[in-house]
């Protein structure tokens, strides 16, 4: 495969590429925050409370994959580049764990659970292993602040169209490839699903360039780039953001299926709801460079999540026959928060560059490494508490719940993450790298890079 002809800034197909890629990502990551729980639960038959409990432990093993996948892929050196080869090298493995993942083995319930805990765990840290350099890439693709907006905006829009046809597809390929064997179903859906993502990361790697380098080759360790964004302040914000964010996308998205199926009583209106709010979330992601051309993105980011806040409360209220203003509301949820992923990956890339101006020494995919751990176990916090709430509360699998049960369920699509989503806001407001200072920045790296 060859690269790109060399440009000074990448172009349009180069961003379609690269957005693309987030699109085969969200084959995998809304698969797992939309259908993992509840396929757990109704169909390879884990009780509530170890499904989450489950989920939430393999994090662990992320706490050591992801910085130290940012580690290896920031001192990788090949003729392609520092990140862009692990898309390449990683896409294969990644699609054949997605099908052992969602492969309900004949054993008895103990031995189920180990299954579970093995095949999700490889997933999750074959996933680290191609995502976090595909996270980095936004990164060095160049290095123009509205630019990098951009890029991450396609990379959203991407991601976002692909959750919106993983959440309205997946029920349905299971049934179509399956018909009534659901185990050969969600083998199958997998299976497609890699071979999709194969062909979107494959196209990647051919389309983009690496343009931004560090001014000199680094001879730090790991532990010295950890240490660095310690020292960061606005990285230290934006993980905790990001902590926080993904618990309440990841609650309410989780919380969806069980929504409609038990409370409103509608479980073929899930794959519709969910469409919607992915709609929505692109249509945010995409208008968020022509918002970011008025307002800068630490001021756009807290009015947006304020919003999240109030709107998602306010699910509370809806009575359960009043479908279409749930619609609603899920749409103006999901524009809100749209812009929240291409605003935060963008002021990754951001942090990199305040990083190599305070320190001298640059590690991109540990910034984005560290990151993306903050947000994974968001999600898996999310579905730990669903989980325990469903549990505590006497939630039966494919049965009518409870009055204690379906108040539950309620309370963790409105309140809980409306509350979290204030949370948030009110931390960004400690986010000090304006857009402004971010300009000074990057004149005075350009300067030093041009004396070296």
Not at 46 to 61: E, Q, Y
Not at 181 to 195: D, E, I, P, R, S
Not at 217 to 245: G, H, K, Y
Not at 313 to 340: E, V, W
């Amino acid at each position: 495969m060859t690269s790109p002809p060399p440009t000074n800034q990448p172009g349009w197909l180069e961003k379609l590429s690269y957005g693309s890629g987030d699109f085969g990502f969200n084959l995998y990551w809304t698969t797992i925050s939309a259908f993992l729980l509840i396929f757990y639960t109704d169909s390879f038959g884990l009780n509530a409370a170890a499904a989450g409990t489950m989920r939430l432990t393999t994090k662990i093993v992320d706490a050591v994959v992801d910085p130290v996948m940012g580690a290896v892929s920031d001192r990788t050196k090949t003729r392609w580049g520092r990140f862009r080869p692990w898309l390449l090298w990683g896409a294969v493995p990644l699609a054949a764990s997605g099908v052992l993942t969602f492969t309900t083995p004949n054993l008895d319930s103990g031995a189920k659970l180990i299954y579970a805990y093995v095949t999700f765990a490889l997933m999750m840290v074959i996933y680290s292993i191609v995502n976090i350099p595909y996270g980095a890439l936004s990164g060095v693709l160049t290095s123009n602040g509205q630019a990098r907006t951009q890029i991450n905006s396609f990379r959203f829009v991407g991601g976002f169209l692909g959750g919106t046809f993983t959440t309205y597809m997946t029920p349905k390929l299971v049934g179509w490839l399956g018909g009534a064997n659901t185990v050969l179903g969600w083998q199958l859906t997998m299976g497609l699903y890699g071979l999709i993502a194969v062909a979107l990361f494959f196209n990647l790697f051919r389309q983009t360039r690496e343009r931004v380098a560090p001014a000199h080759e680094q001879r730090v360790s790991p532990w010295r780039d950890i240490a660095d964004l310690t020292q960061n302040r606005p990285w230290m914000v934006l993980f905790a953001l990001a902590l926080i964010v993904m618990v309440t996308i990841s609650t309410r998205m989780g919380a969806s299926a069980y929504y409609m199926k038990y409370y409103v009583g509608q479980p073929q209106s899930v794959a519709g709801f969910l469409t919607v709010y992915g709609f929505a979330l692109a249509a945010g992601s995409f208008l968020t460079p022509l918002m970011t051309r008025f307002v800068d993105k630490r001021t756009l980011m807290i009015v947006l999540l304020i919003a999240v806040g109030v709107l998602s409360s306010a699910f509370y209220f809806i009575p359960k026959d009043q479908i279409g203003l749930m619609y609603g509301l899920q749409i103006a949820i999901g524009l809100c928060l749209g812009p929240k992923s291409p605003l935060t990956f963008a002021m990754y890339a951001d942090c990199a560059d305040y990083t190599e101006w305070k320190t001298g020494r640059r590690a991109t995919a540990m910034t984005f490494s560290a990151a993306t751990f903050a947000q994974k176990l968001g999600g898996a916090l999310a579905s730990w508490v669903i989980g325990l709430v469903l549990a505590s509360l006497g939630y039966v699998a494919n049965a009518a719940q409870s009055h204690a049960s379906q108040t539950g369920i309620v309370l963790l699509i409105s309140i809980v993450p409306g509350v979290l989503a204030l949370v948030a806001a009110a931390i960004m407001i400690f986010y000090n790298l304006s857009d402004s200072r971010l300009s000074a920045i990057q004149a005075e790296l350009a300067e030093r890079k041009a004396q070296s």
